[in-house]
C-alpha cells in the first residue's frame, strides 16, 4: 500500500512542478499559451537549422503583445530611427504570431516588416462608404466615432508621411529570385502590418499581402497567404496580433511535429541536433547526480550520521545475540 501511495505522491508532485512552470511562463510572457511550436520552413534563411534563427520543431517562448509595441523592419532599419540595429531572430525588427484576417485557422509566425498607419482621414458616408479613400470600419476617426475613410498613409517610424500609396525599396530583406523586397504603389485595406517570412527561397519577396509588391495579374499566389475561408490574408491589424514571438528553445518541438505528421518540414541537421541534445542533458543530469552524491557523501555531518547509524546496527545485532 506504502509503494502505490508513492508513486501517487511522485505523479503529483510532477504535475506540480508542471503547473509551477507553466504558471510561471504564464506571468512572464502575459501571454498564455505561453509558447507556439514553429511548423514550416518560412522562418529559415538557408537549407539548415541555426540556434537564434526560427526553425521547424523550434518551441518560441510568446510575449504579449499588449506588454510593448511591435518594433518593424522598416523601423529597424531606417537612419537615425531609436529603434536602428534592433534585431530578433538573425533580422532587424520583431517577429509577431497573428491569426489570419483574425480568423481561426492556425496562426502564422512571421516578421512584421512595416505598420501602415492612417494620416488623413475623412467621416464615412451615411450609407457606410467612402467617397473617396479606404474605408477602415473599425479605425478611431478625430470626433471619436469609430470608422473613416482615409485618405493618406504614413508608414509608422519611418520617413514616409502623408501619401496616398506606399513605395518603400527594403535593400536589406533579400529575396533569392528578385534581389531585395520592393513595395509598390500599396494602398492598404486598412491600418495595420505587412508580414513576411524570412526565408529567402519559400518568401522573401513573397509577402503575405503579395498585392502590396505591386504583383497583377491572377493566380494561387497572387495575393499570397488566404485565410481558411480563402480570402487574401489584408494588412495585419494590431488586435489580430496574438504575441511577440520571443526566446526560442531550439529542436524540442520536433516531437510534436512528428505526432502530428508534420515531420517532413524538419531538417536532418535539426534531427541530429535533437538527439545530440537529449544525450547530452541524461549524461548531464547522472553526472550531476553522481557528482552531488559524492560532495554530500564526503561531507562531514553524512559521515557522522552514518557512523551512528552504524553503531546503532552492531548496538542491535548485540542486543539480539544476548
Known sequence: MSSGYGWIREILLAA??????YGSLVLMTGSSPPMVVVESQSMMTDDQSHVGIIDPGDIILVTDSDKREVVTYAEAVESGSQFSEYSTHGMPGDVIIYKKNGGNDTPVIHRAILFALANET??????????????????????GSIGACILTWDVRGTSIRNVSSINMNLTGYSCQS??????????????GFLTSGDNPRTNGCTVDQLIATGYGGSGPHYFGLRDEFGNPVTAVRSQ?????????????????????????QVTSDAWTSLIIAVVTLLIGVMVLEKSMS????????????????????NQENYEEQE
Not at 560532495?295 to 546496527?313: Q, T, V
Request: overall charge negative; some cysteine; charged content about 25%.
Open 16 to 21: 506540480g512542478m508542471i503547473f509551477v512552470l
Open 122 to 143: 475623412t467621416p464615412v458616408e451615411n450609407n457606410g462608404t467612402c467617397i473617396e479613400g479606404e474605408l477602415d470600419e473599425l479605425l478611431i476617426a478625430s470626433d
Open 178 to 191: 528578385h534581389g531585395y523586397l520592393m513595395i509598390q504603389d500599396w494602398v492598404p485595406e486598412h491600418e
Open 240 to 264: 489580430w496580433v496574438s504575441g511577440i514571438a520571443g526566446p526560442e528553445v531550439p529542436w524540442f518541438g520536433i516531437v510534436k511535429l512528428a505526432a502530428s505528421n508534420n515531420s517532413s
Open 294 to 313: 559524492k560532495i554530500i557523501g564526503s561531507a562531514p555531518e553524512f559521515k557522522k550520521l552514518d557512523d551512528e547509524a552504524i553503531k546503532n546496527r
